[in-house]
Every structure is written in structure tokens, then in C-alpha cells.
DNA sequence: GAACGAGTTGGAACCGGTTCCAGACTTTGC
DNA sequence: GCAAAGTCTGGAACCGGTTCCAACTCGTTC
């Protein structure tokens, strides 16, 4: 391994002038400049990243933390922060905590040792475990709002608001919502909006309820939208979307002459699927690049934490059509699930 | 900040005994060993990753170095990876290289400056320089075998075998294949396996093309599985199988009641779409965690390396079907771009 | 009672860089 | 022509740990 030193002595100088040629610092002759990075060249020098590191006291990484690697709207995150950070000279420490709150705490703690600041997407934990977190001021938050940190999340309201007037448009009038887990800050978002935007005398969206964010929890809520006699289904995010298509498929009910569905997240399976889904896109590679920004942002100490809200925009595509003309016009649902 | 130092001199004993106690080390009295660490952990002491990975030459780090982050198959490594590293007591760094060649060597090299070992994943450099970079001893490969470098990839041989098995028993005789790119090290992997497969006198697999990876290579192959008069397509993975099933169902081509598909990979999407894919398992995520414990077994130098298969396994799910009684008997392509 | 050895302990060197500081040299201004 | 200002340069301290080595303590054995 070729040190500093090597390149020095090679080159004839001392250290002190060959890290500086080398850092692109002042104090050198333009001569001796071009010489070090010459001969560092031919030595094939390579910086040692801990030894740097060590004196400078930054890492020159970021930490990214995800609930899941596999999940394709982490994943989309993950490509954004990525990109940005390599754009900004920085690398990537990537943890995955399988869903597990406690575990995110546990690598939080440790990945934060070791990098310049901490990307959270859509952190399980509690809200008070984050401020603790928070309060180091190298953390940045995706997809989720919390008091003491600076984030990114979507303008969900109006997410959610498009969603729900496209499918007004239509002539839907028993509209349903498959939600996501009660614990999830962004579920509370999306019913937060839902409540407000059915004040306007259109009638309400009625609540299914609460279901796992997966194709899974799709199927069960498939099941309760036929039995309400929904004609249109809003769902959490895509993947419940899909898995409400394929169980109104096995039922025999069809998309979208008899039942609409719509999505949230826009993931990319949600464009090749059939019929191809309508759904809430969000810009998710941008949410990791401006996290990224976010986090060298930390110049003016003491002043309130940004919280940028991201466009959303809804896309159309197979998965809505008008409502069945026979519909009903009465409710068969319980009023008491009623999204206020 | 709270150094060893600071914790050395809370509980009065040197940094060198200080150093011993925390690291486990022997050469510490018991009493000394429970005191320090109390002493430590009273002071919130968390050890500076960078300082102890100057004096000890380890970092502690695998690097990952992926085409695509949000590619589902790289996602599902990545999450492999990132397991088997935290139980291990180590942390990633990612690089997503965008599918480049050109990038991918120059993220492989400063990657590496930075980590204990390196996984490589699918890697599209050129096999010359992908010597070059295993030369360092430092590198597992995954879904890709080089002569320098250990490795770990998929029986694709026998998953092509079983596949075909699979169609030739459903009474299929126009098999089509649906190629991946030509540069690809899997695609070449399938092809061969395909051109052994077929010498068994059950007639052989019509060679459609190479396609790009994507669902729009799947549209572009269905057509032309539909103008050869194939009853069955095999696709190169499961991204192209849904490009095909959704071409299909678009020009009014029953699957898998006209024409059956096949997938590579088992993605997690292929259970979920209608009709559910049957495609080729590969068991991804193992892969991630055998290559990092590949990395750990640099003991024998000037060992051969080693190179492990996975078994793989047909799922059969419900876009294969038998083959439709009036299937032509007679082949309409021209029998050069025969897979031989 | 002295020699010996095992078990502890702390001082100091070291890892590979960055940066402060003092000194040498060059240029500028009056 | 000389002082002041500015530019370069290299020695050395430092970042926060780990580990070598010498010294020291104590119990054991002859």
C-alpha cells in the first residue's frame, strides 16, 4: 500500500506539502502541485478514507435506514439518495431493519456513529425515540414529519383529494378506503385528508379499515369492498391496490366496469400490471436526492427544521372508469365507519 | 464527544488497559475489565469507528455493488447482503451503478479503498476487467462466474432443464425463448443450457431474439412468439414474462389458455399478477448472504476460489397450461435462429 | 529466602493523514 | 535600498484508538 509518505519522499517534499497539493490547498507552488499529483499518480496513491477521516472528523458517507430493501418504494428512495450522494462526493451506509422498530433503533445508533448525517425513510419508531434522535441534528426524515427534524415527505391531502374527486368525476358515489396500519404516520395523513375532503356534500368515503400494506391485506380488504357494495376502492399504496385487483378478479368482479380501484406510490409494477393501475404517483427518487440536501443543510444552527411537502400528482390509467349505472344509491355499510 | 481516553481516566486505570477491557481482550483483571466498562457505558462511550480502523487495518464494511437498487432481483440480494453483514457486526456501503459498465469500474475502485470486501452483483464489466478487480482477493461475485474471483450463482442449467421439462409434459412443441441481452453472462448461461436441453430429439426451442430486461422487451417478444406460432414462451426473466403475458392479454391471446409463459427469477411481483406467473426460483437473498461469507474466507491464499451453484426450482403457477389441441404441427420460423 | 513465572499494568510507538506554526524566501511599496 | 507584506515550505503536534514492550506485583517452588 502506497501512503502519503511514499508519495512525499518520491516527489521530494514533505508531507505537509503533499497533502496539501494533493487536498487542492493553497500554500503550494503551482510547480510543486503539478509534481505531487503527478508522482501520486504514477504510485497509484489512493487516500486512506480512515486516516482522513480521523483528522477532518467528517465521514464523507451518509446512512440510509429502510423499513425494507425489497420494497419498491424504499427501493425507489434508496436510488435517489444514492445518486445524490455520489453526486456530492459522498458514499452510502444502507441498513435494512425488516420492519422492526426496536431493531431501527439499534442501527440508527450505530450507523449514526459512523456517518455525516442519517436519512430515516418512513421510520417505524415512536415519535419520541425520533425526537431523541433528532436532536443530534444530522438526521433527515422521508416520508414521515416529526417536530425536531428537517424532512421530506408528498402532499398527500392533495393526493388524496385528486384521487377522490377523479373518481367523484366518474360518478362514484360509494367510495371506499382500504388503509394501511394504524401506526403508520402516513395512513394518518391519507384519513386526515379523507376526512377532510368528503366534507364538501359529496358524501363520504366509507372506512373498511386498517390492513397490512400488502398484496395480502389487499385480498381481505377485496372481500369488505363487495360486501359494502363499493363501486370504487382507494387503497393505502399499490401493492394493496394490486392485491385488491387480483381478489376482485378471483370473485369475478371486473375492473374497472364494476368496481375502480386506485392506488398510492405509483411503484413501478403498478404501470405493467393489468389493467394497468390508476394511482397516486409521488416522487420518490427525489424525496432520497433532496433528503441528501437536506442533510448538508445543517449550517444555521438553531433554526426550525425544513419540512418540504412534494407534489403528488395522480395518473390515470386502466384501473377507473364510471360507475356501474345500476349502482346503489342507498348505503349498505355501517354509518359509525365513517371517515370523519 | 467522549473518548477512550476520557473513559481511561473516569475509571483510573491507562488507555492501554482501558483499550483491553472494551475490546475483550485478556490481559485485564476481572474486576478492572467490569469497571471500565461500567465506567464506559455511565459515559455514553461509543468507540470512533475511524480511529480504531487506522490502527487495526479492518473496517468493518462490506461494499455492494448493484446495476439497478430498484431492480426487484438486486433489491432481494441487497436485502441478503445486509442480513448476513449485520449479524456478522458489519454495515454496508451501497452503490447503485445505473446499469453502466463504465461506472461500475470507477465505483468498484473507490468502493473498495473504503471496505473489508467487496460483493458484486450481476456486474456488466468486461471480464478482463473484472480480473483485474478480483485480483485484489478481495471480491465475491453474484449471478456471474469469473476465473479470479469466487462466487455464487444459480443452477440456471437446470432451471432452463426444468422449465422445458415442464412445457414438453404440457404437450407443448413450439417453445419459444425470450432472450436477454447478448452481453449478459445469464443470458449466455440460459442459452447454452437451452441448446443441450433441446438435443433429446423433443424438437428444439425457437430462438425469438435478445430483448432488453424490461417489461417493454417482453411486448416487443410477444409479438413475435405470436408471428412464429409458439404456444409457449420462456422468458429471460420474469420482468420480460410480464412485458409478454401483458402483450398477450392485449392482442387477445388467452395465457394460459393460447399461449403458456414462463418466467426466470420468482421475483416477488410474479405471484402477484393475473394469471400468476410460473417462472424459475432462484433463492436471491441466500445469495446475498453466501457471498458476504465468501468475503470472510480469504484465509487460504493462491486457493483456487470457489464457485457455488444454488439449486433452483420451478414454481408452477398459472400462466402454464397444456398446450391447445389444434397447435400447428409444423414449425413457421426459419429454422436458423434455432437455439443450438 | 531467593529465584521463577504467570498475570497485570502503563508508557509509548504507531496507523495515515491534516493543519498549526515558525522560518526562509520572494515580491512589493515607498 | 530597505522594511513590510506575502508566499512557500517543512517539522511537529494531533485525531482516537491498538498493541508492543518493559516493569511491576504476587504467589509458588525449590
Known amino acids: 500500500m502506497v501512503t502519503l509518505r511514499d508519495v512525499a519522499r518520491a516527489a521530494g517534499v514533505s508531507l505537509a506539502t503533499a497533502s496539501r497539493a494533493l487536498s487542492d490547498a493553497p500554500h503550494v507552488s503551482a510547480g510543486n502541485r503539478e509534481h505531487v499529483l503527478r508522482t501520486a499518480d504514477e504510485l497509484g496513491y489512493r487516500p486512506h478514507h480512515a486516516a482522513r477521516s480521523l483528522t477532518t472528523g467528517s465521514t464523507a458517507t451518509v446512512g440510509l435506514v429502510v423499513p425494507d430493501l425489497a420494497n419498491p418504494f ?3 428512495v434508496a436510488k435517489g439518495v444514492q445518486a445524490r450522494a455520489r453526486e456530492t462526493g459522498r458514499e452510502v451506509l444502507v441498513a435494512d431493519t425488516d420492519e422492526d422498530a426496536t431493531l431501527e433503533q439499534d442501527v440508527v445508533g450505530r450507523l449514526g456513529a459512523r456517518v455525516d448525517g442519517l436519512v430515516l425513510c418512513s421510520p417505524r419508531m415512536p415519535s419520541d425515540a425520533l ?7 444530522r438526521v433527515a426524515l ?10 421530506i415527505s408528498f402532499d398527500i391531502a392533495d393526493g388524496v383529494r385528486q384521487a377522490v374527486a377523479h373518481l367523484r368525476a366518474l360518478g362514484h358515489r360509494d367510495v371506499a378506503y382500504a388503509g394501511g396500519p394504524r ?3 402516513s395512513d394518518a395523513e391519507r384519513r386526515t385528508a379523507l376526512a377532510g375532503v368528503t366534507g364538501g356534500g359529496t358524501g363520504d368515503v366509507l372506512d373498511l379499515g386498517s390492513f397490512r400494506p400488502t398484496h395480502g391485506g389487499g385480498v381481505q380488504a377485496a372481500d369488505l369492498a363487495l360486501a359494502a357494495g363499493a363501486t370504487a376502492v382507494l387503497c393505502f399504496n399499490d401493492l394493496v391496490a394490486l392485491g385488491v385487483l387480483a381478489r376482485l378478479h378471483a370473485r369475478g368482479a371486473r375492473t374497472p366496469q364494476d368496481v375502480s380501484v386506485v392506488g398510492f406510490d405509483d411503484v413501478a409494477t403498478a404501470a405493467l400490471v393489468t389493467p394497468a393501475l390508476t394511482t397516486v404517483a409521488v416522487p420518490l427518487a427525489r424525496a432520497g436526492r433532496e433528503a441528501v440536501d437536506l442533510l448538508g443543510a445543517g449550517a444555521i444552527p ?6 418540504r411537502r412534494l407534489p403528488v ?3 390515470v390509467r386502466a384501473s377507473t ?3 356501474p349505472a345500476g349502482s346503489s344509491p342507498t348505503r349498505t355499510a355501517d354509518p359509525e365507519v365513517v371517515i370523519r
Open 74 to 76: 424504499f427501493a425507489a
Open 131 to 137: 425526537a431523541t434522535h433528532a436532536a443530534s441534528g
Open 142 to 151: 422521508v416520508n414521515r414529519e416529526a417536530p425536531g427534524a428537517p424532512s
Open 183 to 185: 401506526s403508520s404516520w
Open 302 to 307: 438553531d433554526a426550525p427544521p425544513a419540512h
Open 313 to 315: 400528482e395522480l395518473v
Open 321 to 323: 372508469a364510471p360507475a
